[in-house]
Structures are given as C-alpha cells and as structure tokens.
C-alpha cells in the first residue's frame, strides 16, 4: 500500500502519476471503511481526494499555507499529514477531530468549523506574510455552497484589489448540504457549462484572474492547474469541478443524505442505526399542517433544511412556503424581519451555533424593529453537536440580552407545540423557541395555550425551604435532584417552570422568600451571562441563598456529556449534595 508509507507531504511529492491514482484508491477505501464504523462527514471528503494530492504534490505545506473551508474536506488532508494511523486503524479513529485543528499538526492553521471563512482567514495570512518580506503561496480552498456567504463575497471582494500571491481554489460541486440556491450558483453552471468562457463569472467581476479545471477528479489536470499558478504574484481563482461523494455510488446518487452520515453497512449503504430527531419531525409535520391554513405561513433555512424536518419530499410539497436562502444566516434573518413587517409568518430554523453568525441582524433588523420573526433554534444543548467549533451552549447568554426578543425554553413536546403555535399567530413580539433535546419528552402537565402574559413562570409543585427553576431541557433534571433531595433530607422542594429565558417573574421569585431560604437554577449551556445569574442578581439585596448550575465558559472539545455534566456539577446527587452544604 501507498498510504501506510505517507509520513508527511514530502512523501506525497515522490508518486508518479500510476501511484497517485492508487494512493486516490487507497484513501477512498480508508475513509469508506472509517466511515462505515465512526461516521462523519461523507461526501465533501469523497469528492475532494484528488484535489488534496495533487496540493500536496504541488506546494511545499506546511511553508505554503492551505486553508480549508469549514474543513470537512479536510480528512484527505489530516491523512498526508502525518495523521493517516486515524483513518488507517480502528483503535486511532477518535485520534483527530473532524475539522483542521492546529494542535495536531503544523499543516492545520486554524480551528475551523463554521463556513465562508477561508478566503478572508487567507487574505489575513497573505497580508501577514508580505508585512514580514515572505514569498510562501497562501491558498484558500473553499465549496459545498460556502461560496453563498457573506464573509466569503467581502473576502473576495477584497482580495480581488491585492496584488499579491493568494491562490483561491473553488471546489464546484453543485452542493451544499442539500442543493445550492441563489443566483451566482446559475453563473456557475454556466462556467461549468462552457468549461470557463462564459461572460457572467463573478470572480473576474471581482478583479481576480481565473482559472478553470473540467475533470477535477483527475490529480494530474488539477497538477497541471496548481503548478502554472504556484508562486503567481496576483490572486487568482482556480474553479474545480468535483463529483461530491465520488467512489460510493449510494453517496453519488444522494448527495443530500450522504453530506454527513451516521455508521453504515458497506455493502447496502444503510445505517447501522437509527437517529431521527423527534422534535424536527414534529415541527415539520406541525408547520406543513398549519401551512395548509395559512399561505402566509413560511419556513426559512440556511442550507441546513434538516434543523426542522424538512425533507427533499416536504420541501417540494410545500414549494413557496419553503425559502432556503443558501449559506447566508445573515441574509436569512433580515429576510425574515422584511417577510414580518410586510404581513407574513416566517418561522427561520436554525442550529444554535449558526445563530450566532447573524447576531447583528437579530438585534438590530428584527429586535430593535421589533418585527414578529420565529426563530427556532435546534441542537441548543449540551447534548448536541460536540465538536469545538459547533457547540450549542452559547445562546443563552446570547439571546437573552437582546432587547424586545421574548426567548422561551419548552420542557415537553406539548409545551413546545403550544410556544410554537402562540409565536407564530402572535404580532407583538420577534419570540425565540428552543428546540428541545431530543431526550425531553411527553409530559401529563397541563400546558398553557397562550405566552403572551410575558415572564411568568409556572411552578409545577409546591414546597417549602428550596426551589428548583429547573429551565427547559434540565427540568427533569430539576425533578430528580428534587427527588435526591427528599431522600436524603426530607426537604420537598419546590419545582419551577421557569418558561421564560429572557425575564424575571419578580411577583414569584419574591414569593419564595417567605417560605424558601435557597434557590437553585439549572439550565442547559454556559452559566457567564445566562438565566440562574440573573436570578442570582434579583436575589442580590436578600438573605435568599442561590446556587446556579450549568456549565463553565469554555471552549470545550469532543467531550462526553456524562462525564461533563459531572464535571459541573450537574447530577442529581451532586445538586442535592451542593444544597446540602448550603443549607448546613
């Protein structure tokens, strides 16, 4: 095998054209099986081998500076890098995370997730490196959509008047997650379609020289490509045409479902187990009922059409009331502020850490107009995605600081229904509905049909001496502590349905000083700017003891969420023990 014998791109440079296509063979085989037992991103890999050898045969990395694009292309690259025992060996899988990190290795510049960001990361290397005198190629690589956001069209922008070596490679697979929308993907198809000659390029518009390779799975055209261009003294577009998901004939023929995919069976191509998130089937289902009734009703997406549900089926079942803008968050939420002031019902569903990319246009274009947009926020969690770049624990704080937003955190499936459908027929304000985890279930309670009595919080069972506000996702938590509690001491403690993530019910929480003496919050993300501290702040001037619980401030990786949930804190056992100590 070639693979077993690439330590580092030095290695990579001494193939020859045979070999190269057998190392193309080889990695495919790597990542098909890795895939198959781990899971990860499938298709944006798949398409993009070639194009990985043939940078590394090309420029001398890590003195030349690759930037990858989101980076879920980058596994190619981790594996001619020094990393390939984690594609390679079962046992070294969880060895490297699913995006370019710099702590594993000089070739990885930056910590990347999060899409559009390649092009302006490179500009910041490029003008860095001529400050300091370098001559190093600086290359940006960037696809699957990315190309639609704004961070990306300003990157362009500026380097287009540069006149210095930036190499921007443009991976054209007519991809994103699900397919491309806007219309500067329409000019790429034509560039696609006339191999490069057509009039309406939007790169040369920007001021940038232009390069086109039809067959980019071919490693010795996209050679060819990168050598005339290396060490070019302006910047300069290189447009590759992939195939994303190439090799697997399941991943070629549903590029959609393969973008990312849980562990599968090789030969049949089905997943070797079963993960629907109930509550975006539920707002799918939901939402297309209510569309029916109402055509002013419309659900907006960027690029990520399965935060609420929504299908390849449904979407073309709903046709207009269905709006995926592209990658372009920013865009999206202003839309959806124009869409409201003009008398329609957008719903924009979005994962919680692509949210705060459109932090801006929240507080400024929908919150300051006070427009009625619903956002529903997904994989808001702990308990969601868990890779350092795509954490959902920051939207608390976030959101709940913004004027006029009203955010509400559901504990069932019943009161989310019941938040959802008052945000969408309400007019007063723009409201934020957080997803719950897909773990939170049904619940017996009665659930109010109205939100728009604001901050009043609901308490589910009376007690005496310690209340638990127990907000969304952690209220059974809330019930078990509470239940840990009475165990060890007797103490039957009040429970709290807080609801409300952006307000205080005073009338309550002064209640509770003539039979309580500690409250304790919990709440599911980051504790610096969230619900218990302000909790804790009301209770400042009081002999009311408070105990917020919920995580630390930090950047945390990969993590296990049992062992970070004890980490903080944040079991049955440990809450009642921390109550315990308060109380003497």
Not at 170 to 191: C, P, T
Not at 493 to 498: D, G, R, S
Request: proline share 4%; with cysteine.
């Amino acid at each position: 095998m070639y693979i077993e014998n690439i330590h580092g791109p030095a290695d990579v440079k001494k193939l020859d054209a045979a070999a190269r296509k057998e190392l193309a063979q080889e990695m495919r085989d790597a990542l098909l099986k890795r895939a198959s037992i781990h899971g990860g991103h499938f298709g944006p890999v798949f398409g993009m081998v070639e194009a990985i050898i043939a940078l590394h045969t090309v420029f001398d990395s890590p003195k030349d500076k690759i930037v990858f694009d989101v980076s879920h292309q980058s596994y190619a690259h981790k594996m001619l890098t020094g990393r390939k025992d984690a594609y390679l060996y079962e046992e070294h899988y969880n060895d490297v995370s699913g995006y370019t990190n710099p702590d594993e290795s000089e070739h990885d510049f930056f910590n990347i997730g999060h899409t559009s960001t390649s092009v302006s990361l490179a500009s910041g290397l490029a003008r860095a490196r001529d400050l300091a005198g370098g001559k190093e190629n600086i290359i940006a690589v960037i696809g699957d959509g990315s190309m639609s956001g704004g961070e990306a069209l300003e990157g362009l922008d500026f380097v287009g008047e540069q006149g210095t070596n930036l190499i921007i490679v443009f991976n054209d697979n007519d991809m994103s997650i699900a397919e491309v929308h806007g219309g500067m993907y329409q000019g790429f198809r034509k560039l696609r379609e006339t191999e490069g000659k057509a009039e309406d390029n939007l790169f040369k518009a920007m001021g940038l020289d232009y390069r086109f390779v039809k067959d980019s799975n071919d490693a010795e055209a996209l050679i060819q490509a990168f050598s005339e261009v290396k060490d070019i003294d302006h910047p300069v577009v290189v447009h590759i045409v992939t195939q994303k998901g190439k090799g697997y004939a399941p991943a070629e023929q549903n590029k959609e479902d393969w973008h990312w995919h849980l562990p599968f069976d090789i030969e049949t191509g089905e997943a070797k187990m079963d993960f629907t998130d109930p509550y975006a089937e539920m707002t799918a289902t939901h939402l297309m009922e209510k569309m029916k009734e109402d055509p002013t009703l419309a659900v907006i997406t960027s690029a990520t059409p399965p935060v609420l549900g929504f299908t390849k089926e449904r979407r073309e079942t709903v046709g207009k009331q269905f709006i995926d803008v592209g990658i372009a968050e920013e865009h999206a939420v202003a839309l959806a502020s124009g869409m409201a002031k003009n008398g329609a019902r957008p719903v924009y569903g979005v994962f919680s850490t692509f949210l705060q990319r459109a932090y801006d246009q929240i507080s400024q274009d929908v919150c300051i107009n006070n427009n009625p947009v619903v956002f529903v926020v997904g994989w808001a969690s702990m308990n969601g995605m868990n890779d350092v770049t795509h954490l959902g624990i920051f939207d608390i704080p976030m959101l709940s600081n913004i004027p006029n937003l009203v955010y509400l955190s559901p504990t069932s499936s019943e009161e989310y229904l019941a938040m959802l459908d008052w945000a969408i027929e309400q007019r007063e304000h723009p409201v934020a509905i957080r997803m719950p985890n897909p773990a939170v279930g049904s619940s017996s309670r009665k659930v109010r049909k109205s939100y728009a009595e604001l901050n009043r919080y609901e308490v589910t069972h009376q007690g005496a001496k310690v209340a638990i506000l127990g907000l969304g996702n952690f209220y059974g938590l809330a019930e078990e502590a509470a239940a840990e509690l009475k165990e060890k001491t007797g103490i039957d403690a009040t429970l709290v349905n807080p609801i409300f993530i952006t307000g205080q019910d005073e009338e309550l929480l002064n209640e509770l000083k003539r039979e309580h003496s500690v409250v304790v919050t919990l709440e599911d993300g980051v504790l610096d700017g969230g619900f218990g501290e302000k909790i804790a702040r009301f209770y400042g001037t009081s002999d009311m003891r408070v105990l917020n619980f919920g995580l630390k401030k930090d950047f945390y990786d990969r993590y296990d969420p049992a062992v970070l949930m004890e980490a903080n804190h944040l079991t049955a056992k440990q809450i009642a023990e921390d109550v315990c100590k308060v109380l003497g």
